[in-house]
């Protein structure tokens, strides 16, 4: 049986940061261009919600983001998923501090508005400010850790429900409820503190 191309580059990608954890830098040449365009990607899907005017670029926030990631020291990059959920947790610090200090020179302005759910799920009224939405991911983390990493992924990587299950070794359908009880709680959570 024949892998799938799809296979061969996810493949080729756990090969290449496996190698590059262990000192080889020629595998960073090599796996740059195979993760690019996933991580370019993944920040057009999330800049594509956020609001219109958005002053923060995708190729902004995927160079930031993959600078951190080469910048760190001595990680032991488990396989792609590994790569790739850090990437997001990276992109979501990015997307916040950029929100924080936009908030702060405005002071007090207009909010940036945000969508929790993908377009055409929920109404206009579920808009959210981008620092609010991390505070409700840090008090979520502490009660149900694997929800907020399933948002993480879903809302900052920009990862399909398929993807998601992928990379914490899940099931479509568990991450498809986890991923609404974590809306659902986010969205409370957040009415109560704008109360």
Not at 74 to 84: D, G
Not at 86 to 92: C, E, S
Not at 157 to 186: D, H, N, Q, Y
Request: charged share 30%.
């Amino acid at each position: 049986m024949n892998d799938s191309p799809a296979d061969n580059s996810a493949s080729d990608v756990t090969r290449l940061l496996v190698d590059w954890g262990h000192g080889d830098q020629s595998a960073l040449d090599s796996l740059l261009p195979l993760i690019y365009n996933e991580l370019r990607r993944v920040a057009d899907s999330y800049l594509r919600r956020d609001r219109p005017g958005h002053t923060l670029q995708a190729t902004a926030l995927v160079n930031e983001a993959f600078l951190r990631l080469i910048d760190q020291d001595q990680i032991n990059w488990q396989n792609r998923a590994h790569f790739f959920g850090a990437a997001a947790n990276l992109m979501r610090q990015i997307l916040i501090q950029h929100a924080r200090a936009n908030h702060a020179a405005k002071r007090g302005g207009e909010r940036q508005k945000l969508y929790l759910d993908e377009a055409g799920d929920v109404s206009q009224s579920s808009d959210l400010d981008l620092v609010a939405l991390d505070e409700a991911l840090r008090d979520l983390e502490a009660v149900a850790p694997r929800q907020c990493r399933i948002v993480e992924l879903r809302y900052f990587g920009g990862l399909s429900i398929e993807e998601t299950g992928e990379l914490l070794s899940i099931s479509p359908s568990t991450v498809k409820r986890e991923w609404t009880m974590a809306k659902a709680w986010l969205r409370r959570e957040i009415s109560h503190r704008d109360e």
